[in-house]
Nanobody, 126 residues
Framework: QVQLVESGGGLVQAGGSLSLSCAAS????????MGWFRQAPGKEREFVAA????????YYEDSVKGRFTISRDKVKNTVYLRMLSLKPEDTAVYYC???????????????????WGQGTQVTVSS
């Protein structure tokens, strides 16, 4: 059973930075794709970033490109999301997700991910 545990959320002023972590356990993740999604109140869950576990290929939602960086540590089995220049519109619950198969066609689609963490709140004040 795959378990994903996020940490690192919090309250930050606009322009500030935060780093999220997602500790993964329960499988060998060599073929997995790992993603970060977010959901603001009253809105649908949206793609933020993803990374392939083996090759480290990365994918970003347009509004976070240049501000957010996704990475993974194979030894620690942890995925990170480094967020810079945060904006109030980045406020949301951020979720870590994982799936054992990768497709460039569906990497941004939340329904294709099999495993989810519990989420961590990120609040950016103006």
């Amino acid at each position: 059973q795959v378990q994903l545990v996020e940490s690192g959320g919090g309250l930050v002023q606009a322009g500030g930075s935060l780093s999220l972590s997602c500790a993964a356990s329960g499988r060998t993740f060599s073929s997995y794709v790992m993603g970060w999604f977010r959901q603001a109140p009253g809105k649908e869950r949206e793609f933020v970033a993803a990374i392939t576990w083996s090759g480290g290929s990365t994918y970003y939602e347009d509004s976070v490109k240049g501000r957010f960086t996704i990475s993974r540590d194979k030894v620690k089995n942890t995925v990170y999301l480094r967020m810079l220049s945060l904006k109030p519109e980045d406020t949301a619950v951020y979720y870590c997700a994982a799936d054992p198969t990768f497709s460039i066609l569906t990497v941004r689609v939340h329904a294709r991910y099999s495993y989810w963490g519990q989420g961590t709140q990120v609040t950016v004040s103006s």
